[in-house]
């Protein structure tokens, strides 16, 4: 994968951030002025003193961040979408879909109207995660491309995901 500069990101990008030695990786949205809105969870950090520059405190919920605090020192990323099914295949799981996107001010809207309302529902590492949260105000549609992968890649993986989160959601409603 390839990184990207700071100064190419554009207000609706959806990006994203290894963690972990590259396990997994946190997306979010850009939506310009060096900020980012993501979905975070638990974190493992909870006396750490607010950042100096967007004034966030590690916490649980969505969250409006300056670019340094959602990166944490880590790469940065561009995620593609309408990319081919072909290339999805040979593509890392989480940073890619083939799915089209909405316009970029739709997108920076989405994310800005589930912030102030903190309405995606709680963090769940595997069914409702930031990558979910990305995908969907980019496109409409709740999807971790990471998450499916572990279910198997392909149409096994995604149906395994989408089952799995049909369940989770009946009963967290």
């Not at 060096?34 to 493992?44: A, E, W």
């Not at 890392?92 to 589930?114: D, F, N, Q, Y």
Request: proline share 2%.
């Amino acid at each position: 994968m390839k990184t990207v500069r700071r100064d190419d990101l554009m207000p609706g990008d959806h990006i994203f951030s290894n963690r972990a030695l590259r396990l997994y990786y946190h997306h979010g949205i850009y939506v310009g002025d060096d900020m980012v809105i993501h979905l975070m969870g638990p974190s493992k950090v909870y006396n750490k003193a607010a950042c100096k520059k967007c004034g966030f405190k590690p916490q649980s919920g969505i969250f409006k961040t300056c670019l340094d605090c959602f990166l944490e020192g880590h790469s940065l990323y561009r995620y593609k979408y309408d990319v081919s099914y072909l290339k999805l295949l040979f593509k890392r799981s989480g940073s890619c879909s083939i799915w089209e996107c909405k316009p970029a001010k739709e997108v920076v809207e989405t994310a800005h109207g589930l912030l102030k309302d903190q309405s995606f529902g709680s963090y769940n590492f595997l069914l409702n995660n930031c990558e979910d949260f990305a995908v969907y105000c980019k496109t409409g549609m709740a999807m971790s491309n990471q998450t499916a992968g572990w279910f198997g890649f392909n149409l096994v993986g995604s149906i395994g995901y989408h089952a799995t989160k049909g369940v989770y959601q009946a009963f967290a409603d």
